[in-house]
């Protein structure tokens, strides 16, 4: 079993930048591919960015690609997403994730989940 737990919400303004992070216990969190979704209200869950078991390989939704990047320091079981130039769209519950597999986007692929943590920004 793993758990997962997000901090790092909160109230942003537009243009603005927020750092969420997630602490992981459990198995060996070196061997997580470790990911962010986000559930905008009235919407599906999405995928916003992953991070393979070296973190030097990521992937993102086209919606944030440039604007958001995602780390994570094995040492601290940790895995971060920075995000910057925020939008009005970027509102959303942004959850922590442990994929089945790299290269997974979908809800479906997801084995673990955090509860989530809000983000909101203000024009």
Same mark, same amino acid.
């Given at each position: 079993?793993?758990?997962?737990?997000?901090? $790092?919400?909160?109230?942003?303004?537009? $243009?603005?930048?927020?750092?969420?992070?997630?602490?992981?216990?459990?198995?060996?969190?070196?061997? =997580?591919?470790?990911? *962010?979704?986000?559930?905008?209200?009235?919407?599906?869950?999405?995928?916003?960015?992953?991070?393979? *078991?070296?973190?030097?390989?990521?992937?993102?939704?086209?919606? +944030?690609?440039?604007?958001? /990047?995602?780390?994570?320091?094995?040492?601290?079981? /940790?895995? =971060?997403?920075?995000?910057?130039?925020?939008?009005?769209?970027?509102?959303? +519950?942004? =959850?922590?994730?442990?994929?089945?597999? =790299?290269?997974?986007?979908?809800?479906?692929?997801?084995?673990? *989940?955090?509860?989530? /943590?809000?983000? /909101?920004?203000?024009?």
């Amino acid at each position: 079993q793993v758990q997962l737990v997000e901090v $790092g919400g909160g109230l942003v303004q537009a $243009g603005g930048s927020l750092r969420l992070s997630c602490a992981a216990s459990g198995r060996t969190f070196s061997d =997580y591919v470790m990911a *962010w979704f986000r559930q905008a209200p009235g919407k599906e869950r999405e995928f916003v960015a992953a991070i393979g *078991w070296s973190a030097s390989i990521t992937y993102y939704a086209d919606s +944030v690609k440039g604007r958001f /990047t995602i780390s994570r320091d094995n040492a601290k079981n /940790t895995v =971060y997403l920075q995000m910057n130039s925020l939008k009005l769209e970027d509102t959303a +519950v942004y =959850y922590c994730a442990v994929l089945k597999y =790299y290269g997974a986007r979908l809800v479906s692929e997801v084995d673990y *989940w955090g509860k989530g /943590t809000l983000v /909101t920004v203000s024009s």
